[in-house]
């Protein structure tokens, strides 16, 4: 097995995603993972519903937006008042003209008639544009009011559209870690039973030596009923082995957008060169994983427009009430720092744990390729049996097939060890 694989690679982000990809797999039956990754990403569902939802969310933000600009248009006009303003102080004038030719000339009736008509119609006029002005002031505030609740409604629909995005850009790291995992399970499986079936063929020559020499007196029947049991066994895991990778394969088709029933073949990734241990698990890195988790900032967000949700003619109860939600709020924020630390701290567990595991088993492969020359060597010579040569083999599959498993573990830890430090939720992969 050559082992040449780089753990600085990163699964490429989906803006990567090469948009011919689709027609250069489209008749192709067997892919890499880089290639699956890539149209799992193209073929999500919800990804593709997220998307819907952005673009509807874009459409509410405008319609929002248009309904704030007409309000702030009526707004503006409500200033064109000037000209009845402008009647009532000439109106003011002319009586004030009169009041003096009466003050001047007071016994004459027809000019007191005229100036009492007049004042009349100015006080009129004044209680017209009193009501008026009660009336407009009103309607400002109704519009100023109705401009706050848009601005609320425009504030909601700006985070709604982050958490989406953030939500859309998480999927898809997700859906390479998912895709990923899926189709180094089915290479798992294709070697795993190619394992089984060599097992099979050595039980099936342990049956028939074991048949011989029940004829020839040299066991007994259940040394022969012995062996057949293990060959049933074995052919009963080889079947359950192929049903579960017929499952795996079925799922990975749907999931990269084929039929479920389409051939599938995973070309086999490299395993890991380098077998580094975890970061160590320090406040620095406790912070900078605490920084980057969306989560935490929904959060702190919340707790920010509770504060901001305080009017200055609110109740006590009202106050009290938004008190104990900035609380509850702040009880979250500790429990999600929390969780942080301590997925963090068992992610880095894993990946230590895992290396070792793959250290070990990558030392074991090493030792069992050298004994399995040394066996054939003695073959060769006639020194030992075709069927010694046989589970010399086995042994050596069996300790590269465990290699593999680890190999790959260790990879998928670092994946997502790269994934939870660029903020993803990784904690339920």
């Keep these: 097995m050559v082992l040449a694989f780089s753990l600085s690679t990163i699964p490429a982000p989906a803006l990567a995603v090469s948009s011919n990809i689709v027609a250069e797999t489209k008749n192709v039956n067997t892919l890499t993972i880089s290639q699956i990754q890539d149209l799992a990403v193209i073929y999500n569902d919800t990804a593709q519903k997220l998307q819907l939802s952005m673009k509807q969310l874009d459409l ?53 008639a005229q100036y009492a008509a007049m004042k009349i119609q100015y006080e009129s006029a004044l209680a017209t544009q009193s009501s008026m002005a009660a009336s407009m002031q009103s309607s400002l505030d109704s519009a100023l009011d109705g401009i706050d609740q848009l601005n609320d409604s425009l504030d909601s629909i700006s985070n709604n559209k982050d958490d989406l995005s953030k939500g859309i850009k998480d999927l898809e790291t997700q859906m390479r870690y998912t895709s990923a995992k899926i ?68 799922t990975l088709n749907i999931l990269i957008g084929r039929n479920a029933g389409n051939p599938l073949e995973v070309v086999p990734m490299n395993l890991p060169v380098a077998i ?41 109860d009202e106050r009290q009430n938004i008190d104990y939600q900035v609380e509850a709020k702040n ?23 895992d290396g070792e595991a793959y250290k070990v088993s990558r030392q074991k492969y090493v030792t069992e390729k050298k004994n399995f020359e040394y066996t054939q060597k003695k073959y060769e010579l006639g020194m030992i049996s075709a069927i010694q040569l046989q589970q010399a083999e086995l042994q050596l599959k069996q300790a590269e097939m465990t290699n593999m498993q680890n190999g790959y573990q260790f990879y998928l830890d670092w994946q997502k060890y790269y994934a939870a430090e660029k903020g993803v939720d990784m904690s339920n992969f």
Excluded: W
């Design 276 to 316: 580094d241990p975890a970061p160590a698990y320090t406040e620095k890195l406790i912070q900078q994983f605490t920084d980057s988790n969306y989560t935490l900032k929904t959060l702190e967000r919340d707790k920010t427009d509770l504060k901001d949700s305080v009017e200055s003619d609110m109740g006590s």
């Design 60 to 112: 509410n933000e405008q319609m929002l937006r248009n309904q704030r600009r007409t309000i702030e248009n009526s707004i503006n006009s409500m200033g064109g008042s000037s000209g009845s303003e402008s009647g009532i102080v000439a109106m003011k004038q002319t009586l004030d003209s009169l009041e003096a030719a009466v003050k001047n000339n007071p016994t004459d009736t027809a000019l007191q």
């Design 331 to 353: 009880q979250e924020i500790k429990d999600q720092k929390q969780a942080i630390s301590d997925d963090l701290k068992a992610l880095l567990a894993k990946i230590n744990s």
């Design 183 to 250: 189709a180094l399970s089915i290479v798992q499986l294709d070697k795993g039973i190619e394992l089984i079936e060599d097992q099979i063929a050595l039980l099936e020559k342990s049956v028939q030596i074991a048949e011989l020499q029940q004829k020839l007196g040299m066991n007994i029947v259940t040394d022969v009923e012995s062996q057949q049991t293990s060959l049933k066994d074995a052919q009963k895991n080889l079947e359950d082995q192929k049903e579960t990778l017929s499952t795996l394969k079925r």
